[in-house]
């Protein structure tokens, strides 16, 4: 062992943060930075650096930044050296402030300069960057080496120009930006050959991606070993006809798709700048499940956006249940600050409590029927794991429904068939079917 310093990270929000997260592990690994690198630990109170990777899209995710960093006072105190890093929306939003109001702070990095981190270390570059610099942070992290498993993320798109009232992310992470193809395509064959066999893709509207969606998921899915591809998060603005028509055509692309809708109803979608209907929405999911019948849909909700009546909420519940969802996120209207919602006028509390638990009533009660719906179907899963009980494996289907498996023969990585035998509150249980 070298006596490598060690790193403490935590991850907060999407699926973007725990991608950045991954690739700011690499670049501060010794093989990038010497003696100077880091490895990474679990136990906080042996970090030399601990690095908060924040999210700042309601007002109790970046709340809690601030109460993880007062907690990491006492640690500071024992450990003057130690280096506390704040990446992420918040460093994005908030830049130095951050470091005025704790002042233990040492470095800020929003998520377009995370290249800069090693020199920021070095005391080679400015301690506080929110830069959303000309070069490509992608070009300039360096190679992915590590994975965790047969499943990966693999960031295409960043950014959003879309500008709904409620939402800071294209504040936080700028304007819409896509990587080249042929750079998605070396990181999949490098995530192949490293063992993994699913891959997400993501943008925060990951089919605005600039070069051609359908055309990246179909020279994907011509990776030999690479079995399933996933993304999100999709835009039903952005849709193309021929990822609708892949999902028919392409069997690695699997029967998924998130497409967040917000509100059923028209008048909110409008103040929302959503700039489509709730009968354009549907529409667009008839014509998904016209070419993959299976699909499973799932979306995000917000309650209680401001001015909505209970005439709009009721719209919200109709749509719910003409979709009939397989899941979804469902969340209370948070003004941000510098969103142009945020300065209109808010639904009480607790009407926008009583909103949301009956969209998450609802939502919960299809989410669980679509799961018992799959008893007695078969289903792929590839495996992600050994289960809690001796000789169980755990893995994923093909709609994401987490699935144990009795299988003492099964690896880690394999995909197999799979008989579904029961259903449980969060999970599947199955068969294997011996081929
Ligand atoms: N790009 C995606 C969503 C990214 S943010 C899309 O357009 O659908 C993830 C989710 O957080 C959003 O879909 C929304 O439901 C929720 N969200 C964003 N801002 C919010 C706010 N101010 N209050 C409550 N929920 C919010
Ligand atoms: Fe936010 Fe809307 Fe952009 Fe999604 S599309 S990231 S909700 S502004
Ligand atoms: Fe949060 Fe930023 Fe993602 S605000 S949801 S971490 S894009």
């Known amino acids: 062992m070298t006596d490598a310093k060690k790193l ?15 690739r700011m592990v690499e670049s501060l690994a010794p093989a990038n930075m010497g003696g100077e690198g880091y490895v990474v630990t679990d136990v906080i109170e042996d970090a030399d650096m601990v690095l908060l990777n924040t999210c700042h899209i309601r007002e109790k ?30 460093a994005q939003a908030e830049g130095d402030e951050i470091k005025r109001r704790m002042p233990l702070v040492d470095l800020v990095v929003g998520p377009q300069a995370y290249h800069r981190l090693p020199d920021m270390l070095r005391g080679l570059s400015k301690t506080t960057d929110t830069d959303f610099p000309v070069e490509d942070k992608f070009d300039l992290l360096p190679q992915r080496r590590a994975t965790r498993g047969p499943t990966a993320f693999l960031t295409v798109q960043e950014g959003c120009d879309k500008f709904c009232a409620f939402c800071v992310v294209p504040y936080t992470r700028g304007a819409e930006v896509s990587r080249p193809a042929d750079r998605v395509l070396t990181e999949a064959r490098g995530l192949v050959e490293r063992g993994v066999r699913d891959i997400t893709l993501l943008g925060q509207n990951v089919n605005a991606y600039r070069f051609g969606f359908a055309r990246l998921v179909r020279d994907l899915a011509a990776i030999e070993g690479l079995q399933r591809i996933r993304y999100m998060t999709s835009h039903p603005n952005d849709m193309e006809d021929d990822l609708i028509a892949a999902h028919g055509d392409c069997a690695k692309l699997m029967p998924y798709l998130h497409l967040p809708v917000q509100s059923g109803s028209d008048r909110v979608l409008k103040a929302m700048n959503r700039k489509h209907t709730a009968a354009e929405y549907l529409a667009l999911i008839g014509r998904f499940r016209a070419a993959r019948p299976d699909i499973l849909v799932t979306s995000d909700f917000i309650a209680g956006f401001p001015g909505e009546t209970d005439a709009d909420h009721q719209a919200t519940l109709d749509l719910i249940r003409a979709v009939g969802y397989g899941m979804a996120y469902s969340f209370k209207y948070s003004p941000r600050p510098g969103t142009p919602a945020a300065e209109r006028l808010e639904v009480p509390g607790a009407v926008a409590d009583a909103r949301l638990h009956e969209i998450q009533t609802l939502i919960t009660a299809q989410q669980r029927a679509t799961q018992d719906a799959m008893v007695g179907r078969e289903v792929s899963v590839l495996y992600e794991k050994a289960g809690r009980m001796p000789g169980q494996m755990v893995g994923k289907s093909d709609h994401l429904h987490a699935v144990h498996v009795d299988d003492s023969q099964g690896k880690v990585g394999e995909l197999v068939r799979v008989k579904i035998s029961a259903s449980s509150s969060n999970s599947l249980a199955g068969v294997r079917i011996s081929l």
Request: hydrophobic share 35%; proline share 4%; with cysteine.
């Open 8 to 22: 403490f990270i935590k991850t907060y929000g999407c699926q973007m943060n725990v991608y950045d997260s991954e």
């Open 61 to 90: 995710a970046s709340e809690k930044l601030y109460s993880d960093l007062g907690r990491l006072r006492p640690l500071k105190n024992a450990k003057p050296d130690l280096k506390i890093g704040v990446a992420g929306c918040v």
